[in-house]
């Protein structure tokens, strides 16, 4: 409620405060009611019961048609300090990840959506500014195909859909301002779905979802803006990994199985996550035939706690 002598300025007084309101989380009417406000025929007093059955009032959102098969909201660097039990979370590609938001005019640690394996299909109901970043990956506005490493503007009523990795996993997509509705938990927006925190509900998009996001002017369009290919990171299949000895190495694996571990090739397997990346590749041997106090298999230990890049 707002009380003034003329409904003018009890206008103007509610427009202000609700200007300066924010509310995070699940969609809401807030930015509905705004637009309510600023309607000339509400300002005048000249409104009826159904004058809001013909009051056209679009969203500053993406409907999300579909959610892909794991598309999450993260902003960088997550959580890494937290701890208490929560994921760090954040993005497993920061260069993609920063490079998407400076092509939109963003912070470099602005929130963006991170599509794993299969991307969601997209419909912008206002105009907005956007950048995709990663792995080669099929992306589509309105069916035409859409540039990487760019950026694009996108307008009103349009859709992007974002295919299938193959050979990689990750791709981000920034969008100029970010999602201001998503509300921050532990300092972050970052998803960690472990816990259900962070993001959109602590969980990845789906379909029905709604994000608010910022309606770009004409005069703040970021269009052919782009990474030049040499300076695009490469993506290939076969990585060299920096690996150093840890307290379960000398008298736990023979020598031999040692180092088989550091010359092998290892495979990502089909069990892998956020958590955890299970390799498969040859098969140990172990310099003793128990574990002792961790347990009957020589592979059984006291545990310390795992380092983040840590090899069990």
């Not at 056209?56 to 794991?70: L, R, T």
Request: proline fraction near 7%; charged fraction near 20%.
């Amino acid at each position: 409620m707002f009380h003034e002598v003329t409904r003018d300025d009890a206008c103007d007084g509610i427009d202000a405060v609700l200007a300066k309101s924010s509310l995070c989380g699940p969609p809401i009417n807030l930015d509905f009611i705004v637009n309510i406000v600023r309607d000339s025929r509400f300002r005048c007093g000249n409104t009826t019961t159904k004058s809001l059955e013909s009051f056209n009032y679009v969203p500053k959102a993406i409907d999300v048609i579909s959610g892909g098969s794991y598309t999450l909201i993260q902003d960088y660097p997550g959580r890494p300090r937290v701890g208490h039990g929560f994921g760090h979370a954040g993005p497993m590609d920061d260069i993609a990840f920063r490079a998407a938001n400076i092509l939109v005019g963003n912070d470099t640690a602005k929130e963006v959506l991170g599509v794993t394996l299969i991307g969601p299909e997209l419909h912008f109901l206002c105009d907005a500014s956007m950048a995709l970043c990663g792995p080669p990956v099929t992306s589509l506005l309105d069916r035409k195909p859409m540039a990487q490493w760019s950026g694009i503007h996108v307008s009103a009523g349009q859709r992007v859909t974002i295919g299938k990795l193959t050979g990689n996993c990750r791709v981000y997509l920034a969008a100029a301002g970010g999602f201001p509705g998503i509300a921050e938990c532990r300092g972050s927006k970052a998803t960690c779905p472990m816990v259900n925190i962070g993001g959109y509900d602590g969980r990845p998009l789906r379909a029905g979802d709604l994000l608010s996001i910022t309606e770009v002017t004409a005069e703040s369009i970021v269009e052919d803006v782009t990474v030049p290919e040499n300076l695009r990171p490469t993506y290939t299949s076969n990585w060299t990994v920096q690996v150093m000895p840890g307290p379960y190495e000398t008298g736990f694996m023979t020598p031999e199985d040692i180092e088989t571990f550091f010359s092998s090739s290892w495979t990502i397997g089909h069990n892998a996550s956020r958590g955890g990346i299970r390799l498969i590749g040859a098969r140990p041997k172990y310099a003793r035939s128990s574990g002792g106090e961790g347990g009957s298999h020589p592979s059984n230990v006291i545990e310390y706690g795992y380092p983040l890049g840590g090899v069990n």
